[in-house]
């Protein structure tokens, strides 16, 4: 209980000290990617790294509920179980700063779990059996991926702490990534008993007793709010402890989730300025669709002060559009760089590294990597 309390006292007292967001450091070339704990295949990665100009990893650092480097699991989680206590993201973090590539720590923040039947041996999170924690319908039901809500007063704890653990430990990491910051999406898996108790409090009435439109209307801006105001929350905290020497990002859906079960309205994230960066994962199997999203976001974005990053997506098999049709789509828009979904995917092609840094070097040229 002295945990949360100090941390409701920090935030309450940062307020909004917030400053204006970081000097521009160039177009970014991103790319999201799982780690690796052998050490020669870690140096080969940062080779292909290099050939494709990336000046950003997107290491995934908080996977299905563990961490890759020592955490405290009494106050947010443990450790991979095979890791056994190495840091693993410090070594990621050395290795890559001696590349001159900066290193994020990618976080799948309301997602702790795999799906049991998928995959039946991958290691529990210390939470699996938190009932209470997961998301819900209005007949209590769950999904079968451990999704957590964040209308529940601990998640929301919890979420905030991972953060700013990892950057106390590792203080010269570049950047916080944040990942599924949204609900699942399907169906309404918004009725988790702690997000109701919080909206009848506020003055409503429980969404499952009262459809009215003007009820479920405040019923859906309370869920966004919920995502809205954690990644404020995270952000806040975040660059006033590290004077803006952590980079806050979050990757997010390509269309805003204005209509959907996500809650995902990722434009109203934007008007403060909290985020270094947004990344919309334009993620759609054509080339035209994948067109219209990354525009669409784009313009999106525009007016707001937070820089766009265009999410792309490629894994060799799958009938993906080409590496070099997708950077071509994107590259006239007012982007400030792209991330791909995943280096361990172009891995299995590796002379797709060499067709994205020949497009690196071509775009010298281009206004936006002046």
């Given at each position: ?11 309450a ?20 990617h ?15 790294c ?17 961490t ?67 998301v819900?319908?209005?007949e ?10 964040p ?5 929301s ?5 991972l ?8 203080p010269d ?16 898996f ?6 109701i108790?919080?909206?009848?409090r ?13 009820n ?56 403060g ?6 990344v919309?994962q334009c ?19 525009e ?7 265009i999410?792309l ?8 559009p ?17 991330v ?23 775009e010298t ?6």
């Open positions: 209980m002295r945990a949360r309390i100090c941390l409701s006292t920090l935030i007292l940062i307020g909004l000290c917030l400053g204006a967001a970081p000097a521009d450091v160039g177009f970014i070339i991103g790319m999201w799982r780690p690796l704990t052998d050490d020669g295949a870690r140096a080969a990665m940062w080779d292909r290099e050939r494709a100009g990336v000046t950003d990893l997107f290491v995934e650092v908080f996977h299905h509920g563990f890759i480097y020592p955490s405290n699991a009494e106050r947010t989680f443990e450790e991979r179980p095979d890791l056994a206590g190495r840091d693993l993201l410090g070594a990621y973090i050395e290795e890559g700063h001696a590349r001159g590539i900066r290193v994020h720590a990618w976080l799948d923040l309301l997602l702790w779990g795999p799906d049991p039947e998928r995959k039946p041996d991958a290691p529990l999170c210390q939470y699996e059996s938190r009932h209470d924690l997961r819900m319908d209005a209590g039901r769950t999904t079968r991926m451990l999704f957590v809500s209308a529940h007063p601990e998640v704890h919890l979420v905030t702490l953060p700013l653990e990892i950057g106390r430990l590792h990491l570049d950047g916080i990534h944040l990942d599924r910051v949204r609900y699942p999406g399907g169906a309404d918004t009725r988790n008993p702690a997000g108790t919080a909206f009848i506020a003055g409503h009435r429980d969404p499952s007793e009262d459809d009215s439109e003007a479920l209307a405040a019923w859906r801006e309370a869920c966004e709010g919920h995502l809205r105001s954690l990644v404020s929350q995270i952000a806040l905290v975040v660059h006033e402890i590290h004077s803006r020497t952590i980079d806050v990002t979050a990757a997010v859906r390509a269309e805003p989730g204005v209509d959907d079960f996500t809650y995902e309205t990722w434009p109203t994230w934007l008007s300025g909290s985020l270094d960066a947004v919309p993620f759609a199997g054509d080339i035209e669709t994948i067109t219209q999203q990354a525009r669409g976001a784009a313009e999106i974005a007016p707001f002060p937070t820089p766009c990053l999410g997506a490629y894994r060799p098999g799958d009938d993906s080409s590496v070099s049709d997708q950077l071509e789509a994107v590259e006239d828009l007012p982007i400030q760089g792209v791909w979904f995943s280096e361990n995917w172009l891995a299995e092609e590796p002379e797709l590294f060499d067709e994205i840094g020949a497009w690196v070097r071509g040229s281009s206004p936006e990597a002046d």
